[in-house]
Nanobody, 126 residues
Framework: HVQLVESGGGLVQAGGSLRLSCAAS????????IGWFRQALGKERDFVAAVSLSGDSTYYAGSVKGQFTISRDNNGYTVYLQMNRLKPEDTAVYYC???????????????????WGQGTQVAVTS
C-alpha cells in the first residue's frame, strides 16, 4: 500500500517561510520521481515543482521559481519543498505526488503521477 504523507503546512504571514515534507512509503524510493502540486480554493490543481530520482534535476513553475526549492533525501524517503518569501497567492492545499520512473528525469503533469498524498494546507496572510 503506497502512502505519501505531507506535513509542514500552516498559517504564515506574507514574507515568511515554510518547509513542507512528503514522507513516502514507496520502495525503492530512489526509483520514484516526486512532484509538488497545489490547489487553491475554487481553482484547478497546478504544478509547483518536481525533482528527479537522484535529486540533481529540478523544475519549477514560473510562479515559484527562485522562491521555492525542492529537494529529496533518498536515505530518509522524504521530499521537501522549502517555500520562502511567501505571498497570499501561495495560499493553497499542497500535494505531493509520486510515480515510478526508469530514467533520471522529472514530470510536471498531473496525469504523469500515480500516487498522491492527502495534502497539507498553507495559508499566507497579508
Amino acid at each position: 500500500h503506497v502512502q505519501l504523507v505531507e506535513s509542514g503546512g500552516g498559517l504564515v504571514q506574507a514574507g515568511g517561510s515554510l518547509r513542507l515534507s512528503c514522507a513516502a512509503s514507496v520502495r525503492p524510493f530512489s526509483t520514484y520521481a516526486i512532484g509538488w502540486f497545489r490547489q487553491a480554493l475554487g481553482k484547478e490543481r497546478d504544478f509547483v515543482a518536481a525533482v528527479s530520482l537522484s535529486g540533481d534535476s529540478t523544475y519549477y513553475a514560473g510562479s515559484v521559481k527562485g522562491q521555492f526549492t525542492i529537494s529529496r533525501d533518498n536515505n530518509g524517503y522524504t521530499v521537501y519543498l522549502q517555500m520562502n518569501r511567501l505571498k497570499p497567492e501561495d495560499t493553497a492545499v499542497y500535494y505531493c505526488a509520486a510515480r515510478h520512473a526508469s530514467f533520471n528525469g522529472y514530470y510536471i503533469r498531473i496525469d504523469d503521477y500515480s500516487y498522491w498524498g492527502q495534502g497539507t494546507q498553507v495559508a499566507v496572510t497579508s
